[in-house]
């Protein structure tokens, strides 16, 4: 995400083709404007055809058992029909906007309409099938969609790899003039900062009763031009080749300024966008409520139960269920290999506390010498985690040699699904913190109780054991209030990845 999400939610005041996605200031930049999204939405528009046509082609052959480059007149129909649902397949990922430059490169809803738009294609076949009865194989269909919907699924990721290669080098993203007070302007710059894939990129900012001249240090990002105040808005696009504008407040132009500056903003071709100071709220949780003129938006309340806390439960057996039966050798041979090399057992039981506080006892295969908990105290001053609630040390002398294996690809995480299955955990989450970690715990920072915690999380794809304490906390409260199951499921597709690459894990 979801994406992680974007830490400053920022709401679009003028329907435009700009992307709304933010991105790390850069020293060299390449700010191509429309350009590089036309060029993008082709190369997007480009994949989805060939992944399209190759899954209704591979289906066929399946089925029909012979080279859809046969001329007889079963292959003929059967390639009409899979033309005509190919095309059908294709307008409605246009229709969904699963293109539009405001969602991709990074974040959930580019795959969500994807998602949707294949769910919908489905829908539209069946009604099709239903009123013309075509003589047509069921089994044809059943390979053809989800072939298609994962191999849609890894080409927008191929080209979101390739769009990423770019926007590092300061290409392919959107210029940015950044609009208000001295503090809010740095947590927006600072947030950009850390959502750097969403592709904009802050060139310059204007302050409220501040003229041009100087700089405005930005910490972790570095000094930008101050090109003036809200009033000198279009001398500072002109100055710094801006594309877009971000409003951090409004107050200090009032209602008729921002109309006006948006009129303006429009006659020059440059996109206006307005962050309403919220942090951490994720977009599915913000309605825009017209009224009375005013544009308010309504946030959603967090859901912790409901119909989707039951999703949520179905995907963890699933998942659990899955992941068990085929890790199962891997699980024999660890356990083996565990017993060979060091005196103990095989599991290690460690208490952690979950949902609502409530203490349980999480499995893990061990990977440290049999009495590594007495040693934690003598070992205390090695901690290398900020604000001391952690305790993590990168080269741990209490780690076995077949214990660091383990810990790398994470395979002694893989008994946790035990505790999925028993209720303990769930499959995403926040971090399990120790007893001792939870009553260090401030008020906010319980927030992280209110759900299940989880054998991965937006803390593990961002980072692992090499993230501050406070990042680790941001993550996780983000995670709470902004769960849903296409975030668990984007999650849970990029674990995969970062436990291959054995990122931060030590």
């Not at 709220?281 to 946030?299: C, E, S």
């Not at 109780?449 to 501050?468: E, K, N």
């Amino acid at each position: 995400m979801q994406q992680t999400k974007v830490d400053a939610q920022v709401t679009l005041v003028r329907e435009t083709e700009a992307p709304i996605a933010l991105v790390s200031a850069a020293p060299a930049r390449d700010h191509d404007g429309l350009q590089w999204q036309r060029r993008y939405g082709l190369a997007l528009l480009i994949t989805d055809v060939v992944v399209v046509g190759a899954a209704m082609a591979c289906a066929q052959m399946v089925r029909l058992g012979r080279p859809v480059t046969d001329f007889d007149p079963l292959t003929k129909y059967f390639g009409l029909l899979s033309v005509i649902f190919g095309l059908i397949w294709l307008g409605l990922l246009t229709a969904y906007r699963s293109r539009s430059p405001r969602i991709v490169g990074a974040g959930i809803e580019e795959y969500r309409r994807v998602l949707s738009a294949t769910l919908a294609t489905i829908g539209v076949v069946a009604v099709t099938l239903m009123i013309f009865r075509p003589e047509y194989a069921r089994g044809y269909l059943a390979l053809a969609f989800p072939l298609g919907l994962v191999f849609l699924v890894l080409g927008r990721a191929a080209c979101r790899r390739v769009l990423g290669w770019y926007r590092k080098r300061g290409q392919c993203v959107n210029a940015v003039v950044a609009v208000g007070n001295a503090a809010a302007v740095r947590s927006l710059v600072q947030s950009l900062d850390r959502a750097w894939g969403y592709g904009y990129s802050v060139v310059g900012v204007c302050l409220t009763g501040r003229v041009g001249g100087g700089t405005l240090d930005v910490p972790g990002v570095g000094p930008l031009p101050i090109l003036g105040d809200e009033h000198q808005v279009e001398e500072a696009i002109a100055k710094a080749n801006a594309d877009t504008v971000a409003l951090t407040t409004t107050e200090h132009l009032g209602p008729e300024g921002v109309r006006e500056l948006s009129w303006d903003l429009d006659r020059l071709g440059v996109d206006l966008v307005v962050s309403p100071g919220m942090v951490d709220v994720a977009g599915p949780r913000l309605t825009m409520r017209p009224v009375a003129g005013l544009n308010l938006i309504h946030v959603e309340k967090p859901q912790y139960s409901g119909t989707t806390k039951v999703q949520k439960r179905a995907f963890d057996i699933f998942v659990s269920l899955s992941v068990l039966t085929a890790a199962f050798p891997l699980l024999l041979v660890s356990a083996i290999a565990i017993k060979l090399t060091s005196r103990g057992s095989i599991f290690y039981m460690s208490e952690r506390i979950g949902l609502d506080g409530k203490p349980f006892q999480m499995i893990k295969l061990r990977t440290m010498v049999e009495n590594a908990d007495k040693l934690v105290a003598s070992l205390a001053d090695m901690n290398e985690m900020d604000g001391g609630v952690l305790f993590k040390i990168r080269r741990d002398p209490r780690v076995t040699a077949v214990g660091r294996i383990l810990r790398r690809y994470s395979i002694d995480e893989l008994p946790q699904f035990i505790n999925v299955l028993r209720k303990d955990m769930s499959v995403v989450g926040p971090r399990p913190p120790l007893p001792c970690e939870a009553d260090a715990y401030t008020d906010q920072v319980r927030r992280r109780l209110l759900v299940l915690p989880g054998i991965t999380g937006l803390w593990q794809v961002s980072g692992r054991a090499d993230l501050s304490w406070d990042d680790s906390v941001r993550l996780d409260l983000s995670y709470v209030e902004n769960w849903s199951i296409s975030g668990d499921l984007l999650i849970a597709i990029k674990t995969v990845r970062t436990v291959l690459g054995g990122t931060g894990a030590y």
